[in-house]
């Protein structure tokens, strides 16, 4: 389980094709990888996957063809960015809301626009999830808890604070950016 409060940015080192599936190599300085082990999971971009090597700078994940199929993982290349989440503890502060990591879909950011000092995105769904978005609800977008300002059909906006685009990949979302949501 997790949160949607991003620990920390990372890039991706390495992207390497075995049989269909993905062993992804992530790199970030922001977490202190020797307080982890192999098998445990840590979200990125919202997606539930599992450490199987550990670095001084991150971890390598084997990412499935099922995972690849239904979240936007697949799209990333060497470089791309990634939010990160590593799975929480009991008695931790949930600070968001509990989050299990287990993509719904992926969405398509239709509209970015300023609104004062914050940002205000448009995400458009399969119609066939716009039923579980609600106003004022909790949406997780790219493994960041968020609350849904308001829903038209199958596409649903977000109010973007400052602090929230400073420490998640969401400061770089233009429009036609591919997002996991849950």
Not at 28 to 34: F, T
Not at 60 to 84: A, K, R
Request: net charge negative.
């Amino acid at each position: 389980m997790f949160t949607g409060i991003i620990k920390a940015k990372g890039t991706i080192g390495a992207m390497e094709r075995r049989g269909g599936d993905v062993r992804l190599t992530v790199r970030s300085d922001g977490l202190p990888w020797s307080d982890y082990e192999v098998g445990e999971s840590i979200a990125v971009n919202g997606v539930c996957l599992t450490a199987v090597a550990l670095h001084d700078d991150g971890f390598d994940t084997d990412v499935s063809v099922e995972t690849l199929d239904v979240t936007g993982l697949g799209g990333l290349d060497i470089g791309s960015e990634v939010n990160l989440e590593p799975s929480i503890s009991l008695g931790e502060r949930l600070g968001g809301h509990l989050v299990s990591g287990h993509v719904d879909c992926t969405g398509k950011v239709i509209s970015r626009q300023a609104d004062a000092r914050s940002i205000r995105l448009a995400i458009e769904i399969p119609q066939e999830y716009a039923r579980y978005v609600a106003k004022k609800g909790s949406v997780c977008v790219d493994g960041i808890s968020l609350t849904v300002n308001a829903v038209s059909g199958s596409t649903f906006e977000l109010n973007i604070i400052p602090h929230t685009a400073e420490v998640t990949i969401i400061d770089g979302y233009a429009p036609g950016t591919v997002v996991n949501v849950e």
